[in-house]
């Protein structure tokens, strides 16, 4: 398997445009998770879905940031309109079960100017 | 109130020397137990895991944690640092709360490995 696979790796664009993450999880794991790292904040847990569906979505910022999974293979991160203090790394990981271990894609570094 | 407490944001060893990054939680419930590991520009790996079986953990490259519920602690160790294990370690707990996992990550402790 190829693991997670994010898209795309890097991201500039310009305050108030729509920015649109992407995540392809493990084959077989029923969870997906997206994370933002930044210096300040540290690892932040946004959203998590099990078997497609929204579970915990207490850690999205606001109204701005929004998650979709429409099936298994397939999640997106979007964010409109983006503000250059979502400039961070968004990390996506997939996990067999909730409590197993998670693995991570390699992050998309977003950057909003 | 769960909480993890990562309780040094630095540690700096020699080469060879031992490791000790040291781990605090709070948690109501009996939580599962993590540490992963974060090399530079890369995303997180798992180290160990504990979900209630053996105390003592033994996870990859020859770290090891031992789960301590008096003291509510989950230091992670390793006997000997090599120049690899540069990088940065979170400690993470997860816990079930209102029928759903929330996963409580702790502040980070970045190692440095002196020659």
């Known amino acids: 398997d190829a693991g997670v696979i994010q898209s795309p790796r890097h991201e500039v664009t310009e305050m108030g445009q729509e920015v649109t993450l992407r995540c392809k999880p493990i084959s077989g794991h029923d969870y997906l998770f997206w994370y933002r790292q930044t210096m300040m904040r540290g690892l932040e847990l946004l959203i998590y879905?099990?078997?497609?569906?929204?579970?915990?979505d207490s850690g999205m910022p606001e109204d701005r940031f929004s998650a979709k999974m429409p099936n298994a293979s397939f999640s997106t991160l979007k964010i409109q309109p983006s503000e250059p203090r979502d400039s961070a790394v968004y990390f996506c990981?997939?996990?067999?079960?909730?409590?197993?271990?998670?693995?991570f894609g390699p992050g998309t570094r977003l950057t909003v100017t | 109130a769960q909480s993890v407490t990562q309780l040094d944001s630095h540690v700096s060893v020699s080469e060879g020397t031992p490791v000790l990054l040291r781990c605090n939680y709070s948690s109501s419930y009996s939580p599962s137990l993590f540490w992963y590991v974060q090399h530079p520009n890369k995303g997180l790996q798992l180290l160990l895991k504990?979900?209630?079986?053996?105390?003592l953990v033994k996870g990859i490259n020859g770290f090891e944690a031992e789960f301590k519920k008096s003291e509510t602690s989950f230091h992670l160790t390793k006997p000997s640092a090599h120049m690899s294990d540069a990088a940065e370690y979170f400690c993470v707990v997860s816990v079930l709360m209102d029928s759903s996992y929330k996963l409580i990550f702790g502040s980070g402790t970045r190692l440095l490995v002196r020659p």
């Open positions: 504990y979900t209630s079986a053996a105390t």
């Open positions: 990981a997939s996990a067999p079960t909730v409590t197993y271990e998670q693995y």
């Open positions: 879905f099990n078997n497609n569906v929204p579970i915990d």
